[in-house]
C-alpha cells in the first residue's frame, strides 16, 4: 500500500480505539498528518510494551498506536495516538478557537489542533526544547495561523485562548493556565506524581466555577516549571486512595473541605 493508505487505516484504528467516528474531523487529523515528518530521518525508536524498544525504517510502522522516540536524552517521545485523540474529543476544539499547546514536542499534534481550528483560528506552541521547537517551527511553517514559541509554557503571561493543552506532566494547577482562559474554556493536562500513572485533568471556566473531571489514566514526561516533591508525593496518596473519577470542581478560594480529593498551595480539587 502507499503511506496514504496506511494513513487512512492508522486513522480507523485510532478512531475506533477512541470511540470517535471514522469520518470525523479528528479522524481526518490522523489521515492526512504525515508522522515521519514530524519524527526526524530513520531510523526510529518505537516502544513497546513492558519498556521493549526496536528500530524501525519503514515508515509503515510509524502508522500503529505506539510511542516513537524524538529525543532520545531527554526521554521524550512522539505521544500516544489514542490519547491524544480522546483529549481532542474532549476538547470539543471549534473552527476559529484560540489555542495554546503548552509541550509541543516538534508539531506533529499541533498540526492537528491547527487543523481543528482552521486557519480562521490560532494556534500558540510552547516548546522548551530549543531543537525541538526549531523543527516544530519548520514542519509547521506551512500553517501561518501557528505560532511557536522557543519557551517554558509554565511562566509570564499567556495568550488568552478558548482551549489549552498541556503534554507535559504537572502535579501543580497553574495560576498561569487558569488565568489564560476565556469563558468556557478548556484546559487539559496530565496531573501526574513522580512514579506511577497520574491523570489527564480536564477544566472548564465557568462564570462563577470551574468544572473539573478526570478522563483517564496518563504519564507524561515531567512539566519543567510545574512540578514540586511536596505536591508529587501528595498526589501519590491521592491516586493511590483512588476516587479520581469523583472529581467534579476546581476551587481557587477558600480552604479545602470535607469533599477535598487533593489541594495546591491555590487550589483544590474537589469531589462536590
Known sequence: MELAEYRQRFAKEIAHSAGLAEDGAI?????TTPREKFLGPPPWR????????RLVNDPEQLYHDVLVQIKGEAAINNGQPSLHALCFAALH???????VHVGAGTGYYTA???????????????EIERDLAAAAAANLREMPWVRVHAESGTAGRLPLCDVLYVNAGATDILDA?????????????PLTPDEGYGGMLLV?????TYAARFLCGAKFVACAGARSDKMARQLSQCFGRGRMTRVRSLEREGLPDETAWCA????WLSMR
Open 46 to 53: 518505537i516502544f513497546g510494551g513492558e519498556g521493549e524498544t
Open 264 to 267: 495546591g498551595d491555590t487550589w
Open 204 to 208: 472548564t471556566r465557568h462564570p462563577e
Open 177 to 189: 493556565w487558569l488565568d489564560a482562559l476565556r469563558l468556557e474554556g478548556r484546559l487539559l493536562f
Open 93 to 99: 476544539i471549534a473552527a476559529g478557537e484560540t489555542v
Open 27 to 31: 479522524a481526518k487529523g490522523f489521515a
Open 112 to 126: 492537528m489542533l491547527a487543523q481543528l481550528t482552521g486557519s480562521q483560528g490560532r494556534v500558540d506552541a510552547y
